[in-house]
């Protein structure tokens, strides 16, 4: 009787224990088909009621039918939210996993499909949130495209067919197109090839004006009937060829960065794995003041199933003072009209200076309402002209005035050499970069850029883009984005006809914005190894470099090219400008029948040249002020 009671005793606590393991929140899973979700109607009402259900029940998953599911703005939720390098705006909502912790949205391959003037995900105060296995994209395209069809030489025109996707007007000779944003004209324009291969060759010097904010003056548009408008272009630019697609993002007054796909914001722990973006109205995914963010197997590339030219319409992802590792590995980046990725801080300018006190002011728009600082921050002063350090200081206290101004009590004196239009970066929030193992092809500008003070490896990816491959900067006069980059490492990756578009940079551009180097004492930028990598060029420039240092490139394999013709012949292979110790040794090199590389006078002294072999030709070393001095 006792063993029987003891059993008995035993069995009810493992009852108990099993059944406390199943209604614990780690194990809750909160289906959204059980709140309406489905491919029959709009699902943004269901999407809120299931996540309201996983925030009653501390749900740790909510799984998504695998189905295409579409959402609208009618019954989105409404915030406004000043988000850094897009546009702040009052925001429709559908999927806000704001404050969650230990949570994961499973799409279970889902594709979402969104309508009008949307923010898709919100994510902000999160810690640990996975998001995996769906895709994303609009029903309408948030741009203009039309196919060139026919040309005329003669007439100095061109004819456009565009698709019953877009809707257009041309209106007092200028041709618009409607997105959910309103009747764009076609400004910021571009043209690429058609199947999704990319920005065309020398892609610059077919643009109507693109920037200009009287661009229409450049061209006359004229409605032909059927969905065809010609175009009568005034400039002495080329003109396209037939076949080409052109795409607009429009230059009015109205904003065109309102819908990015993924808003983060003082979040960590944040990964995104196995999602597709075919598109959004602004950057892919925008983080800011957030860490240990990883993107694995992304794919950022246009739907070719509607024949669509364009992505994202600005860059693929984009982190701003953010800290920990930004990590994106195993990814595909392509057709966006921006970088596969950014990784910056943030100048603010200074525009008061009291005993203790910084006024501060963000100068650039997209950076309006920038939760620039908190007390505890360290933050360092830059000279704008120079870029170099001035002074150190800890937050005490912030106090905002309105989105563009805010005073920055410090806990210390401030030196009297700080002065009014000088910036300021913050040194809590930078981060490192990671970025291995994916491809970035395809894309208007660059490759990836950064401006991180954060440790930075690229290693195993495959660049070929319409500027740079790889931009590392450095700006406190007009993007305004710090900081140096300390300790960089490139290697095993290939590049292959970088630098198509016609702007003439060098395929890995180090060019911080320093407007006057006489008066620069010291280096901006840190450690930089370039190792291994093999260079596919047409065009002669592979490295322009300033202010670093130190600088390491070795081991590497420069080709020649025959996909397309140079386009600046005349650059240096090497452009090495103020510069610490420079070591170009071990490299291969097949690439025109000589090469050369351009010093100055404070670099020519730290230069160290071994072990390069070259199969015809000879390489050229001159000094930029004195002319040549050597051949190797």
Partial sequence: MKSVFISLSIGLALLFVNCKKEVAPADIVILAADYGLSGKEDGTRAITAALEAVRAQGASKLVL??????????????????????????????FDLSDLENFTLDGQGATLIFHGQLVPFVIEGATNLTLRHFSVDWEDPLYGQGEVIAVDQEQRSFDLAISSEWNYEVHKGTLYFKTDRGWNDTGKNLFFYPNGEGTV??????????????????????????????????????????????????????????????RVYRSFGVNLKRVNLYHSGAMGLIAEKSGDITIDSMRVAANQQQHRAVSTTADATHFVNCRGMITIKNSYFAHMLDDATNVHGIYTKIERVDKNVLAIRQIHEEQLGFDFAEPGDSLVVADNETLMPVDTLIVAEVKWFNEGYQEIKTQTPIDPKVLPGFGVENLSWSAGLTFVNNVVEKNRARGILFSTRGKV??????????????????????????????????????????????KGNAVIMIAPMILKPEKTNGYYGGHFSITNNHFEAFDRSIVYAMSLENLVFSDNTIVQSKTYPPLFDDKPTFE??????????????????????????????????????KRTGTIVVKNKAKGLYKIL
Wanted: hydrophobic share 30%; aromatic share 10%.
């Fill in 201 to 262: 060759y020398h892609v610059d010097q077919y643009k109507l004006d693109p920037w200009g904010k009287w661009h229409s003056d450049s061209y006359q548009a004229t409605d032909l009937g059927d969905r065809k408008v010609r175009i009568h272009s005034s400039l002495t630019n080329p003109l396209p060829e037939k076949g080409w697609m052109w795409v607009s993002k429009g230059t009015d007054d109205r904003s065109d960065r309102l819908s990015p796909a993924f």
């Fill in 457 to 502: 490896h690229i290693a195993g990816n495959t660049f070929s883009n319409m500027m740079a491959g790889i931009s590392i900067s450095g700006d406190n006069n007009y993007w305004f984005e710090s900081g140096p980059s300390r300790e960089v490492t490139i290697t095993d990756n290939t590049f292959v006809n970088c630098t198509s578009g016609g």
């Fill in 65 to 94: 039918p695998a189905d295409t599911l579409h959402f609208y703005t009618d019954k989105a939720l409404e915030k406004y939210i000043a988000i850094s390098n897009n546009d702040n705006s009052l925001k429709r909502v559908v």
């Fill in 576 to 613: 090495i400008l103020q510069c610490g110790t420079t070591e170009i040794s071990n490299n291969r090199f097949n690439h025109y029948q000589n090469g050369s590389i351009v010093t100055d006078s404070i670099s020519e002294t730290q230069l160290s040249l071994s072990g390069n072999s």
